[in-house]
């Protein structure tokens, strides 16, 4: 016989004594639900989960970005220091280009990732999905630097590094009480973009205003600007559509009397498949945890924006 069950489990004590008295694992189910509501907590948990694997996605892409900006700072640190060691330890151009390549990638695997998953998760004739491309429109025709890194990434699969030199060099800032300043030039050949058959012919026009060693980290911070615009309407989009899931999780929770301070105990989601010769006795008790924090922080962020439910 099968059972469905709110509960909690209670993860074992890290005991490296092995001491006997220390509490171990247990699951505790004092609450039987019927099979209905536990398809609609699952579903619940599945939609408010959703909206936390887009943040994660665009989160990889932004750390990339943040690699590439510490190996070059790391570089830049190198070479005013003179660290001979740290600088023959890599080749510089190859080692910064591995990181460009990396960002340019996540890129576009961030616009594939999210484009399919709305279509999974709301239809491809819903709002959410329209508005997510008439936003990545609207940053591609409006930023230059959107559309430069956009193509970048189709220019690397089929050119292979992106990143023709590295230099270091220093200057007066006049701004500043003429104060010496340090600065590492990351360049990408206009020219190489330019003679490419297949790179596109608006952007290659575009690029002729600029000069032949153009500064990728300048137009990468403006892409990632675009970038965090077009995922943050995304996420005020998306949120309020998960807000009853959240709420509804939240009041399951509720029912349970546990020790909510105690970090070692988390509420679950449970089937149990009862022994056909003892109904007392459990054999496989699966369960999913249920997404609190989650939840919260969904109900919180419609608080804060004062969205309502979708």
Known sequence: MITYGLGTYTIQALDKWNNPETPKASINIPIEISEEEHKNLLDAISKVGSVFRYTAIFSATIWNYDDLATTVNSYLQAFIQKDSKFLGNRNITLNINKEVLNVLTSFRFYLDFIDENLHKDFGKD???VENFGSD???EYDNNFSY??????????QHKGLVISSVKFSKFLDEERANTVRQHLTISVNRNDIIEDKKFKKEIKAELTNYPEAIDIIDHLLKWISSLTRIHNQLI??????????ALFIIE????????KDDNQVIPILSIIDHSKDNIKDVINPSFVPLPIEDAQRIIEYC????LTAK
């Open 303 to 306: 608080k804060e924006h004062n």
């Open 147 to 156: 559309r430069l890194i956009y193509h970048l990434r189709n220019f690397a």
């Open 126 to 128: 819903s709002g959410i």
């Open 136 to 138: 990545c429109s609207t």
């Open 252 to 259: 399951q929770v509720r029912k349970l009397d546990y020790n």
């Open 236 to 245: 005020q989009r998306i949120i309020p559509t998960r807000l009853n899931n």
